[in-house]
Nanobody, 120 residues
Framework: QVQLVESGGGLVQPGGSLRLSCAVS????????MGWYRQAPGKQRELVAT???????NSADSVKGRFTISRDNAKNTVDLQMNSLKPEDTAVYYC??????????????WGQGTQVTVSS
């Protein structure tokens, strides 16, 4: 059984900061790419940022220069530091990990989501 547990969401004023964290637990053989996605009401889920096992990152143009993704391979965690938040960043944020557990092919796993609301 694999679990991805997110934390750190909440309500913040425009221009503020939040840090999201995601911890992966379970019988894991290997974790490949990790990332954060978000889904705003009435919109499709979209990529926010991803990070490979060796630390290479990719992020959406809308968050470049404001959000930073990082991971700790020893702890199986991935974080998203969000600065200069805007109302349009309001969404449910989902942690994602491509990983392999013993006996199964690698596939994507998702967290339950954490709400981020940017409002004055």
């Amino acid at each position: 059984q694999v679990q991805l547990v997110e934390s750190g969401g909440g309500l913040v004023q425009p221009g503020g900061s939040l840090r999201l964290s995601c911890a992966v637990s379970g019988s894991i053989f290997n974790i490949y790419d990790m990332g954060w996605y978000r889904q705003a009401p009435g919109k499709q889920r979209e990529l926010v940022a991803t990070i490979t096992k060796d630390g290479s990152t990719n992020s959406a143009d809308s968050v470049k220069g404001r959000f930073t993704i990082s991971r700790d391979n020893a702890k199986n965690t991935v974080d998203l530091q969000m600065n200069s938040l805007k109302p349009e960043d309001t969404a449910v944020y989902y942690c994602n990990a491509a990983l392999k557990i013993p006996g199964l092919y690698p596939r994507d796993y998702w967290g339950q989501g954490t709400q981020v609301t940017v409002s004055s």
